[in-house]
């Protein structure tokens, strides 16, 4: 009885969180002009989205800024969760991730707001470059926490025994602590790109005339009346966010798999 409740919770929860994506979707093919009545099937609305030179335009300067953004803070992250891990003072390693910790609780207006008195202070202009900046700033964070979990799991005499054996820094570095924490390194950079897609309220402070992302340009767009070119754009946005947690899963599990080789292989 306990385990169809559980069930049952389940199956409520999820049809929750899915059901408005699910109606959302389903509307992009519909014949209509609204989501008032569904008028029968069409591909108009996706015709339409990808004949939209100014959407295109917009989708790339999004994906171009999540991706850039995600491969420099996880490069930044991962260096700064090696830093944080190997401070051996407790009172600095915890000022450290407090500090880090600074953007992942404050509100994302606190954060934009910020953001834009900082670039307009320094005269620094608005567009491309501070929307990528803002988006590498409350990233890293991100990519930090991920990381460290794994840093901590590594044995310190595996380090050793690396070490007793002649690997230089570089080695080490190289073959065997970005080895062991590349699960980390992996879900940091998804992570981070799957939140700079999604961010509106820092992006919409920081971002200035002739550049936009999705999520400001969609916010722009829903204000003027409900268009469902905008609802073909999300069912095309959903479908790439499947593709990324895909991409993810296999990765996770190609990796599982070397190490249960390379465990047979040593016993």
Known sequence: M????????????FIILYAPIVFLIAYSFSQGDTMTNYHGFT???????????????????????????????????????????RTTKRVTRESLLTLNNVLMVSPDVIIGASFLIFFTMLKIPLGFGSVLLSHIAFEIPI???????????????????????????????SQVIIPFISPGIFAGFFMALTYSLDDFAVTFFVTGNGFSTLSVEIYSRARQGINLEINALSGVMFLF?????????????????????KRGAIS
Request: glycine share 6%; hydrophobic share 50%; charged share 15%.
């Open 2 to 13: 306990k385990q169809k409740l559980t069930r049952l919770y389940l199956i409520m929860v």
């Open 43 to 85: 591909w108009r609305h996706y015709q339409t989205l990808f004949s939209d030179s100014r959407m295109l335009a917009i989708v790339a300067n999004t994906l171009l800024v999540a991706l850039l953004s995600s491969l420099i803070a996880t490069l930044i992250g991962t260096l700064g969760a090696l830093g944080i891990n």
């Open 143 to 173: 990519v930090v926490l991920m990381v460290l979990p794994r840093l901590r799991e590594m044995s310190a005499s595996m380090l050793d025994a690396a070490q007793d054996l002649g690997a230089t820094t570089r080695q080490l570095l």
């Open 241 to 261: 966010s499947l593709l990324l947690v895909g991409g993810y899963y296999w990765i996770q599990q190609v990796s599982q798999k070397r190490k249960q080789r």
